[in-house]
């Protein structure tokens, strides 16, 4: 099993910044790719960026310029850097991560509100 905690949403205001962590733990071996989605009320879980085990990255269009995904040197860490923010990203946000099985875990999600 793979646990993973997430820390740093919070409440900002439009044009400001907040940077997610994600920590992995337990059998991180194998974890390939880890990234994030995120969940507005009413609305389907959506990819925002993902990462490779060799730092290949990708982003949804809605974010590309303005979140930067990374990861931890010791690769069982991953960051969501999130600048010029808009109210429209404000949602639930989810890390995950890809073992080499191809099973997928999941964190608890971390609140991001960005007022106008």
């Known amino acids: 099993q793979v646990q993973l905690v997430e820390s740093g949403g919070g409440l900002v205001q439009a044009g400001g910044s907040l940077r997610l962590s994600c920590a992995a733990s337990g059998s991180i071996k194998n974890i390939n790719a880890m990234g994030w989605y995120r969940q507005a009320p009413g609305k389907q879980r959506d990819l925002v960026a993902g990462i490779t085990s060799d730092d290949s990255a990708n982003y949804a269009d809605s974010v590309k310029g303005r979140f930067t995904i990374s990861r931890g040197n010791a690769k069982n860490t991953v960051y969501l850097q999130m600048n010029s923010l808009k109210p429209e990203d404000t949602a639930v946000y989810y890390c995950?991560?890809?073992?080499?099985?191809?099973?997928?875990?999941w964190g608890q999600g971390t609140q991001v509100t960005v007022s106008s």
């Open positions: 995950y991560a890809d073992r080499a099985d191809t099973v997928r875990f």
